[in-house]
């Protein structure tokens, strides 16, 4: 059957984009075809590489899209922009597949109305970067965009470190609601385009929810992203610039930037550049998301309550509850990378217990030894970490609490496998000199990632010394 797409966006939400023309990239060229996801969502994208290059570079106009560009606001750094949008992605239209509904959007595609003073494109290592990235999101089970083709369009284009090859990346999501959508209009007092919004995010995203209720759908992206924040912080991941626009309405992980995965656990832990005062620090991400979801709650306050002392009032009982609520989600996860089932009292102060034994120590490697520690062998855990008498001391506290099943709940928990940094700093620059070899094999290695580390040494240990703090610049 062949490709089709649909217009909802653009249908249900006039005002809310504008149409706009992809740039013709001059030589487009495949560099890497997710076939599994199109396959799994029974894609019928069976082309030639060529016309596939062509397609998903937007050189050639997919049979049926209609390339739009999204309007957006957003707080970057806690400071508000009231207008930035698709400056540079183009959203070809929506694919309906048996999975659902998603977007097929292409970023690094050329110059739109959005576009301020931004040149429009990407370079090919940030887009192999998200490409990576999301592929071991999505296989360490964490909800996210999902990455079709890397397609470099044959253009060199100019970022700090000089001439780079230019690409682009075509990715699927849920859909492209961000917080900062709401902001844009709520900016201008536009109710009725919020209105509007809501009802599609609702019918999207929250179908079992009545259109008009504004309140229900902040409670329930919440929920979502509360659960979202607490698995990015289980596999010790940075998103590295959850500014407003970063943050999708339908839970998934959205926009890879200088995000990256924690070696040794410290909570303060920031990898991008640009972040200078650690307000994406590891440890920050939850308070970011409640002040996230805060403007979000500003932005839907009339439609919470006519009366808007009242709205506020409501609104702030639920952001004080979204503490709590990331306590418990945070609670549930380290259960599952601790092997234990059910609930007992003590389980929070164990859980924090394990973090502050581990300080200084791979964050990766720590949890997947607890394995091997809860069949006697506690060897390779205790290696990790400078003091090893408290970490002792815990492990007596945590034997007493496990049960049977414990080893295979704790290597089906804790990944042996993620992108480690030192790994995607060397296959990102060893593609952009067309060199794909260490990205493959990289790229296949996180698609596996709770698989046994045996034999795969050379992607489960932590980099050498020698490699220093790893620094991230914004994925550009
Ligand atoms: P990001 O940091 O990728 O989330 O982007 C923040 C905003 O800057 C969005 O509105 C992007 O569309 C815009 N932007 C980022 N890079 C470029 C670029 N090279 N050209 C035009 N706009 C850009
Ligand atoms: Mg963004």
Not at 136 to 147: D, E, N, Q, Y
Not at 340 to 365: K, V, Y
Not at 385 to 406: C, I, N
Request: proline share 7%; glycine share 8%.
């Amino acid at each position: 059957m062949p490709l089709t797409f649909d217009h909802s966006y653009a249908r249900d939400l006039p005002g809310t984009f504008l149409a706009q023309t992809p740039a013709r990239a001059p030589a487009p060229r495949l560099v890497v075809f997710n076939a599994a996801l199109a396959e799994s969502l029974a894609l019928d994208l069976t082309q030639d590489d060529q016309t596939l290059a062509n397609w998903l570079s937007g050189a050639v106009p997919m049979p049926g899209s209609q390339p739009i560009a999204l309007a957006y606001a957003g707080h970057q750094f806690g400071g508000f922009s009231p207008q930035l949008g698709d400056g540079r992605a183009h959203l070809l239209g929506e694919l309906v597949t048996p999975k659902g509904r998603f977007d097929l959007q292409l970023k690094g595609s050329g110059r739109t109305a959005f576009s301020r003073g931004g040149d429009g494109k990407a370079a090919l290592g940030p887009m192999l970067r998200e490409y990576l990235i999301s592929q071991a999101m999505a296989a360490l089970g964490v909800p996210t965009t999902r990455s079709l083709a890397v397609v470099a369009t044959g253009e060199d284009i100019l970022r700090d470190t000089g001439m780079v090859p230019g690409a682009v990346v075509a990715r699927l999501a849920a859909s492209h609601i961000r917080v900062g959508t709401f902001q844009f209009f709520a900016a201008r007092n536009e109710i009725d385009q919020i209105k509007a919004l809501v009802a599609y995010t609702i019918a999207r995203h929250y179908p079992h929810l009545a259109p008009d209720d504004a309140l229900g759908l902040f409670d329930a992206v919440t929920a979502r992203q509360v659960d979202l924040i607490a698995q990015w912080m289980g596999v010790g991941f940075v998103h590295g610039v959850m500014n407003t626009d970063n943050m999708a309405l339908s839970g998934e992980t959205i926009d890879y930037g200088p995000c990256a995965f924690l070696d040794a656990y410290d909570p303060a832990t920031v990898f991008s550049s640009i972040d200078r005062q650690g307000r994406y620090a590891f440890a920050n991400q939850p308070l970011i998301l409640a002040w996230n979801l805060s403007r979000l709650a500003q932005a839907l306050l009339p439609l919470i309550d006519a009366d808007e002392a009242k709205a506020v009032e409501i609104a702030n009982a639920r952001l004080d509850a979204i503490d709590p609520a990331f306590r418990q989600a945070w609670l549930e996860v380290m259960r599952r990378k601790l092997g234990i089932e059910g609930q007992d009292p003590a389980d929070a102060a164990l859980a924090d217990d394990f973090c502050t034994a581990i300080t200084g120590a791979d964050w990766t490697l720590s949890f997947r030894s607890l394995a091997a520690a809860a069949e006697g062998r506690p060897e390779a855990l205790l290696a990790q970490v400078s003091d090893p008498a408290p970490l002792r001391a815990w492990l007596t506290r945590w034997q007493a609490r496990l049960g049977p099943d414990a080893p295979a709940l704790i290597r089906s928990a804790n990944p042996a496998v993620i992108p480690r940094n030192h790994l995607v700093e060397q296959a990102l620059t060893a593609a952009t000199h067309g060199e794909m070899g260490p990205f493959t094999a990289l790229l296949a290695a996180v698609q596996d990632p709770f698989g046994p580390e045996h034999g795969r040494e050379g992607f489960t240990l932590p980099a050498p010394s020698t490699f220093g703090p790893y620094v991230t610049f914004c994925g550009t």
